[in-house]
């Protein structure tokens, strides 16, 4: 059975960093590529990153570009995303979720429970 | 960035009737690397669509989505009560990914 586990959330003031986990399994981790999505509280969905099953190639949506960057361990079965100079408005739910099929272009399924990270001061 | 502008924003229909949902694209979505997901109150999305006309595995033939270029559609026969939530779409065909900013589908 496929699963996805989000880790890392938590309370972090503006300005400073925290990196998120994904840990993997019940699939062949190596063989897909991977996402990094949000949910601010009661809004909706926002992409914020994509990765290459071998970790080449990675894209970014344009509100993190710079500031957060998406890695993988394919040893350990594990997806990051590294969050620098967090912002308040970065305040929300981030889910990791597979690509279903194909190669870098492809949707998200499935996808993990969600960690929650709130930035305030 | 490709934006992508859902309709209507609230959608309010009973058990059995069909729901039609529209999303216009800014610009034309490369390949129709067009998907749809459906994300219940408390729960995480889960795609139904996606190459703008194919079922994900294991959803039902109920829902159907079609269009290509900048106008896409999911279209829902037959409502269940399970369907109500909201549905977003997401074009993959061009970095950024973006979302949509979802329809709400309540039960009248």
């Known amino acids: 059975q496929v699963q996805l586990v989000e880790s890392g959330g938590g309370v972090v003031q503006p300005g400073r960093s925290l990196r998120l986990s994904c840990a993997a399994s019940g699939f062949i981790f190596n063989s897909y590529t991977m996402h990094w999505v949000r949910q601010a509280p009661g809004k909706g969905l926002e992409w914020l990153a994509v990765?290459?099953?071998?970790?080449?190639?990675?894209y970014y949506g344009d509100s993190v570009k710079g500031r957060f960057t998406i890695s993988r361990d394919n040893t350990r079965d594990t997806l990051y995303l590294q969050m620098n100079s967090l912002r308040t408005q970065d305040t929300g739910v981030y889910f990791c979720?597979?690509?279903?099929?194909?190669?870098?272009?492809?949707?998200?399924?499935?996808w993990g429970q969600g960690t929650l990270v709130i930035v305030s001061s | 960035e490709i934006v992508l502008t859902q309709s209507p924003g609230t959608l309010s229909l009973s058990p059995g009737e069909r729901a039609t949902l529209s999303c216009r694209a800014s610009q034309s979505v490369t390949y129709n690397y067009l998907a749809w997901y459906h994300q219940k109150p408390g729960q995480t999305p889960r795609l139904l669509i996606y190459?703008?006309?194919s079922r994900a595995t294991g959803i039902p033939d109920r829902f159907s989505g079609g269009g290509s270029g900048t106008d896409f559609t999911l279209t829902i026969n037959r409502l269940e009560p399970e369907d109500f939530g909201v549905f977003y779409c997401q074009q993959y065909g061009s970095s950024p990914y973006t979302f949509g900013q979802g329809t709400k589908l309540q039960i009248k």
């Open positions: 190459g703008a006309s």
């Open positions: 990765i290459s099953y071998d970790g080449t190639n990675k």
């Open positions: 979720a597979s690509g279903y099929r194909g190669g870098l272009e492809s949707p998200a399924e499935p």
